[in-house]
Structure formats: C-alpha cells, structure tokens
C-alpha cells in the first residue's frame, strides 16, 4: 500500500487530500497537534480509515520519529498558520511554524526517509506586490507581510532540498482556494454563511472590508488532485495552480445573495476594521505549466462553487434552528 504522511489534515485541503488519497487506495498517516480542542470536524466521515499521531512542526525531533516509524512514500505540508492578517499579529509565531516549520520537515526527510516525495503548500502570497501579471513559476518572489514572507522562506527551501539533497521536493504555488469547508473568517465562506443567515432571518447585515479587491478563487477539491499529480510526475518541480480568472469581492456578493434571490446592496456594510493595511493587487497566475505537464484543469467554476458554497451553509444553517 502506498502510504502518504500529512501535515494539516484536519484543514480544509487536508481533508480534501486525505479524501482522495483513500480513494486511490493510500494509506494516509495524518500529523495533529496535541490540544485539548483538536477540531476533526472536517474528517468525521473518514476519521476512521485514517491514522492519526501526534507531532508538531515545532519539533524536530517529534517530525524524525514520525518519518522513521512510517517511511512514507508521500509527504505533503499542508500545516500552517493560514489567515493572512493574523500573521502580523503574530509574525514571530507564523515564522516559526510556518517559515521554519518547513525545514525542519525537510530536515527529518532528509535525515529519516529521503525516498519520500516531498510536497510544500506554497502560496500566491510570496509573489506580494507582484512583478509581472500574470504571474509564472519564474517570477520573483516579493513577498509583504510575514505571511507572504514565511511561505517564501519555504518555498526557498523546498527548492534548496530539491537541488542540493537531491529530495524529489516540490511547492505547489495555489491560489485561494475555497470550498464549503473554509474556515468562516476567510471572505468567500464570510459571504456565503453571511448571506445564509440573512435568508434564514438570522442576520440583517454582512459587514466587510474592501469590496473591490480581487482575487482568483478556485475550489479545494480540485486543487489537491494537483498536490498529488506534482509527486506523480518523473522529475520534481513548481507549479503554479490557479483558475486564471479573477473576480472582486462585490462580484462574490453578488453571486451569493443574488442566487438566494436577495440584492446584496441592501445588506452588505462596508466596515474599516475589515480592510486591510496594504491590498495585494493583480495576484493573476498563469496556470498553463500546470495545464500542460500535470494535465490538471480545474472542473468547478467561480459561480458553481459560490452556489455549493451558499448551498451547504443554507441548509446547515437549516437544520440548527
Ligand atoms: O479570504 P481572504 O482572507 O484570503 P487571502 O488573504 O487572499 O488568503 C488566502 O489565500 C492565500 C492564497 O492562496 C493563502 F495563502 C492564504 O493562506 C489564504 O488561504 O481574503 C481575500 C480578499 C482580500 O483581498 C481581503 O482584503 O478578500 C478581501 N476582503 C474584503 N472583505 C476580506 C473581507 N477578507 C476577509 N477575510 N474578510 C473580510 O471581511
């Protein structure tokens, strides 16, 4: 059985990957903290054909033993700090785990099982204020913010690893990806939950940041099959993994409400506490390497996913009144 190790199970895109991992047959071995409030909301329906042992990104020794016991043929890193604007709250912390967190899993690779494939969640915030549009797997990085700057140190290191140690390691540089499993405070779920609520009667206003910011949303259950197809391939490399296409936030809105027959105009408050200190622009990547070599094309478009969105938190919503 071919075994896959990640890291971030109990996330959004983990719990998409570990999904398709069974699928295909895997034996996946997921990483948790040890904390009395571990959520495994996301994992429910597999819980019980998944492995589950403690470790921790922060320590290395935790990440070697883990490496040595399994001898994973897969590992993936999808663990991380992942709400941008609480990393400039907390650089220090997002460094630590997300930054250094990398090396020290490359480390315990490298040192424990370097047979193991290596995948890196890596981010379309290390191109920061961006130079070229649309953005490539050669663009220079230029990451803001500690966020940005931690997932630019590891996508750096991924490669070190990859040229240096000869690990087949590779970064996936996804754009936002969403689905209806995406923590409420990331603005499509803010949206799509926020709107649910008005439907229902539960609220009578959404107030939110900068409704003219862009970005390229795709959906999480597409963008693991990519992860996956990056260590299915001969030699390692970096992918960038987008839709190509960017929407604004008031379009978000519009197609949210708008599908629950409601006029966003007459609920949605624009509030300074949810704008933030400097607005990336133009994050537009070009997904045709990915196209190419991967054979990977994303089969959910921005309106389909804004309704499977509106869909499940309509009817969750539901169910709890
Ligand atoms: O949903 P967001 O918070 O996602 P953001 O900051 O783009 O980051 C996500 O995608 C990155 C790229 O894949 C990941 F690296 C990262 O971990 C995360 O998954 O915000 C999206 C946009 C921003 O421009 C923000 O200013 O929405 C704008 N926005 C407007 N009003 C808001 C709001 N964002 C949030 N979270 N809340 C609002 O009320």
């Not at 070229?132 to 500690?146: F, H, I, K, S, Y």
Request: proline fraction near 4%; charged fraction near 25%.
């Amino acid at each position: 059985m071919t075994k896959a190790f990640l890291t971030g199970i109990t996330g959004q895109d983990g719990s998409y990957l570990a999904e398709f991992l069974l699928e295909k047959g895997y034996d996946v071995i997921g990483m948790v903290r040890r904390s009395s409030t571990v959520s495994f909301q996301r994992l429910r329906h597999i819980q019980d054909q998944l492995e589950i042992v403690q470790g921790n990104l922060h320590d290395q020794g935790s990440l070697i033993s883990i490496l040595e016991q399994y001898q994973p043929d897969e590992v993936y890193n999808l663990a991380a700090s992942s709400f941008v604007p609480i990393s400039s709250h907390q650089p220090v912390l997002t460094g630590d785990a997300t930054a250094l967190g990398v090396a020290r899993i490359l480390e315990a690779v490298r040192l424990a099982y370097p047979q193991a494939r290596f995948y890196q969640a890596s981010s379309s915030e290390i191109f920061g204020t961006v130079q070229e549009v649309p953005q490539t797997e050669t663009t220079p990085l230029n990451p803001r913010g500690p966020y940005g700057i931690a997932k630019a140190y590891g996508h750096w290191m991924t490669k070190h690893y990859r040229q240096v140690f000869n690990i087949y390691a590779c970064s996936g540089i996804l754009y936002n990806h969403e689905s209806p499993r995406r923590g409420l405070e990331f603005v499509t779920r803010k949206v799509t939950h926020g709107a649910a609520r008005i439907k229902l009667g539960l609220a009578k206003e959404l107030r939110l940041g900068n409704l003219e910011a862009r970005r390229d949303w795709g959906y999480a259950g597409d963008y693991v099959k990519a992860m996956w197809l990056m260590l299915q391939q001969e030699q390692p490399e970096d992918f960038v993994v987008c839709t190509g296409e960017t929407h604004s936030v008031r379009d978000l809105c519009e197609s949210a409400f708008s599908y629950l027959g409601l006029d966003y105009l007459e609920y949605v408050v624009q509030d300074d506490r949810y704008f933030r200190p400097v607005e990336e622009k133009l994050l537009v990547g070009d997904p045709a390497k990915a196209h190419k070599k991967l054979g990977w094309k994303p089969t959910v478009g921005f309106k389909e996913l804004i309704q499977m969105m509106v869909d499940y938190d309509f009817e969750d919503l539901k169910r709890q009144i």
